[in-house]
């Protein structure tokens, strides 16, 4: 059983020039069996909420509470192990190691077992859609749509509380969007996961059980 | 075991990025090998500064006192023996180091008048013709320029110059006078100390080579006519001193010593008056010191070397941070990859250690490479500790481009 609580959020970016005000006063809740999405314009501060959320960014005001412990007194390397995985909307692979061992990266750094982890590997990268075929290309040899799969994929193997998903389905065709979106909600339903999906594709935000609207960096809850 | 994220990691990575390993090695390499020629440039510069020292000859030349005249001086004895005798004093008191250490090859020449004295019979003093000249010299080069010696010199078999240094009888003619000589090659001559001396003594000289000048020039041994002089005179008198500083790093030394005795060329001909000395004495010769040469090949020697001096410790700078910018790059060229790392959960501590590992597989390598190029090809020491820096800086550069550019700066999904 997982629980967020963000309360009171805020968050700038600071250059020299200007600030952006990216993030404003933002509150929820946000609980594990369940999938959460995030739409909005672009620019409104979907990927920033989800990075403080990360613990990728620091929030200037307000305090996000993991399972009843503080998100900034955590350590965020354990943090980001254990706890959390993340889709990137840019997908952050290892663009010398292969889909597979891109998936082994984690898993190994969580010490999962070798062999157990390999197979975990597999296992993951079928259920995203992804043959054998592409368990030993590098991720430059793959479409984008792939290629997010595989990211999904890497989210999905570590087994964490919570995933935070950036543009999961930006890149993909209906059929795999549509699939993707039913495999997240199985997970946060049978692996009591919490999921939150920043997305632009309102179907797909549809199902989500909850959904939320950003706007100008503040959020609302709409009634589905 | 999260080692094993790790291991798979930089197995990977040096697999293949194995060309971005291979260029900064051997950068590491060539910037190495060119602070080691570097060094060489210097090294080669203070050897040429000794050599220079060492090969280029310093002459000593006395001169009378306005630098006009080198030759007729009529220098005394007890100057000369400066430059010959093995022990020396000053002011009364003997010196740790003779002053004729200073100097090799002391070329003297003395002058006596002969008249050829064919009979054998015991000469008067007389008035003789003043080409008739006894030269005593110490070698061949102690004869002034334009003198008859300058001219070839045909020697009898089993002769040579060595001959002069020694205080045997023998002697080098003209043509003219080699035409007069005895059957057994020997001549007979009296011998007076000026063309108008009243004493005379008579001796017999073999002939050991002929000189092919008009002049009718006799040369002997200087050691010879030094005993002449002082049976005639009771004390010998020399016409030219010249002699080559031993040491030219004593140069210096030398000169200090030197001016005890000798003045510099003074061009009004006054010589100056030695005010430190107890006794109020003057110069009566100046010395003429003919390092012309050594100078200017010191100067601009050490000119070069000064430049080469100046920009040493701001090239071992460069080169340092040169190296710490190759770490920097290092880092740079998997800037992406590490952040990805960093955002899975992968430590700091993990991270540094993921660059000390694939560190270790190039930069002892490049570093190696470097030496083992500078030592074989150009045969020069390495200078280990430039090594070791090199090492120390590039590696410091990696941690320090790992801490701000993969740590310091918030991540963030775009
Ligand atoms: N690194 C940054 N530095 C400065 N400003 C930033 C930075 N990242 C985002 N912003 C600004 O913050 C605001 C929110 O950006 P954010 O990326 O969170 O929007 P978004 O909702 O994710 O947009 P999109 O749907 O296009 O991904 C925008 O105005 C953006 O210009
Ligand atoms: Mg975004």
């Not at chain 1, 964490?160 to 549509?178: M, Q």
């Not at chain 2, 550019?405 to 999904?413: E, L, N, S, Y």
Request: hydrophobic share 45%.
């Amino acid at each position: 059983m997982t629980e967020i609580i963000v309360d009171r959020v805020g968050f700038s970016y600071r250059s020299r020039r200007q600030i952006i005000r990216a993030v404003n006063d933002v509150s929820f809740r946000a609980k594990s069996g369940k999938v959460y999405a995030l739409v909005g314009r672009s620019g409104s501060g979907k990927s920033t909420l989800l990075s403080l959320l990360a613990g990728l960014n620091k929030p200037d005001c307000g305090s996000i509470m993991i399972n009843g412990s503080n998100l900034q007194s955590m350590n965020p390397d354990l943090y980001r192990r254990k706890q959390i995985s993340v889709i990137y909307q840019n997908y952050s692979l290892f663009p010398l190691l292969t889909v597979k061992e891109n998936l082994l990266y984690p898993l190994l750094l969580n010490k999962v077992d070798k062999s157990k982890a390999l197979l975990l590997a597999e296992e993951t990268l079928r259920s995203v859609n992804l043959d054998k075929s592409v368990d030993n290309r590098l991720p430059s040899t793959l479409s984008g749509g792939e290629q997010q799969r595989v990211a999904i994929a890497r989210a999905i193997a570590v087994q964490s509380n919570i995933i935070l998903a950036d543009e999961p389905t930006g890149n993909l065709d209906k059929e795999n969007s549509l699939l993707i979106m039913k495999l997240l909600l199985e997970l946060a339903e049978e692996k009591d996961i919490c999921i939150i999906l920043a997305t632009h594709d309102l179907n797909l935000a549809a199902q989500a059980n909850h959904l939320f609207q950003m706007e100008d960096g503040e959020l609302s809850e709409v009634d589905s | 075991m999260s080692i094993n994220a790790l291991i798979l990691y930089v197995n990977k990575n040096i697999h293949r990025r194995i060309h971005v390993y291979l260029i900064l090695c051997l950068f590491i390499a060539a910037l190495l090998a060119a602070w080691s020629l570097f060094v060489r440039a210097i090294d080669q510069k203070r050897q040429d500064i000794q050599d220079a020292y060492e090969t280029i000859p310093v002459y000593i030349i006395l001169s009378n006192i306005a630098g006009t005249r080198t030759d007729g001086l009529e220098i005394p004895d007890y100057w000369v023996e400066y430059f010959i005798s093995e022990s020396y004093s000053y002011q009364g008191f003997e010196q740790d180091r003779a002053f004729s250490s200073y100097v090799e090859n002391v070329q003297i020449k003395t002058t006596l008048y002969y008249k050829l004295n064919l009979s054998g019979a015991e000469p008067a003093g007389e008035a003789l013709p003043v080409n008739q000249k006894l030269i005593g010299i110490t070698g061949m080069s102690a004869a002034g320029a334009g003198e008859a010696l300058s001219a070839k010199v045909d020697f009898l078999p089993g002769y040579d110059e060595s001959f002069l240094g020694s205080d045997e009888h023998v002697c080098i003619v003209s043509e003219k006078t080699a035409a007069m000589m005895n059957e057994d090659n020997s001549i007979h001559l009296a011998i007076q100390a000026s063309p108008v001396g009243d004493k005379a003594l008579v001796l017999s000289l073999n002939v050991i080579g002929i000189h092919h000048s008009d002049d009718d020039f006799i040369y002997c041994p200087w050691q010879l006519a030094v005993d002449c002089q002082i049976a005639l005179e009771g004390h010998y008198t020399a016409d030219s001193l010249r002699a080559t500083v031993r040491d030219n790093t004593e140069l210096s030394e030398f000169c200090q010593i030197l001016s005890r005795h000798f003045c510099a060329v003074t061009p009004s001909g006054k010589a100056p008056e030695m005010h430190d000395s107890p006794v109020l004495t003057h110069y009566a010769y100046a010395a003429i010191i003919q390092d012309e040469e050594l100078n200017r090949s010191l100067q601009d020697l050490n000119k070069s070397l000064r430049m080469l001096e100046l920009i040493r410790t701001p090239l071992l700078i460069v080169v340092i941070l040169l190296g710490a910018c190759m770490g920097a790059l290092f880092v740079h060229s998997q800037e992406g990859d590490l952040k990805t790392a960093r955002m899975l959960g992968t430590s700091t501590i993990q991270i540094l250690s993921i660059l000390g590992i694939e560190l270790l597989g190039w930069l002892p390598l490049g570093l190696l490479l470097g030496m083992g190029l500078v030592s074989a090809a150009w045969k020069i020491n390495v200078q280990i500790l430039v090594a070791i820096g090199i090492g120390i800086s590039t590696l410091l550069g990696s941690i320090v481009c790992c801490l701000t550019q993969i740590d310091g700066k918030r991540g963030a999904f775009i």
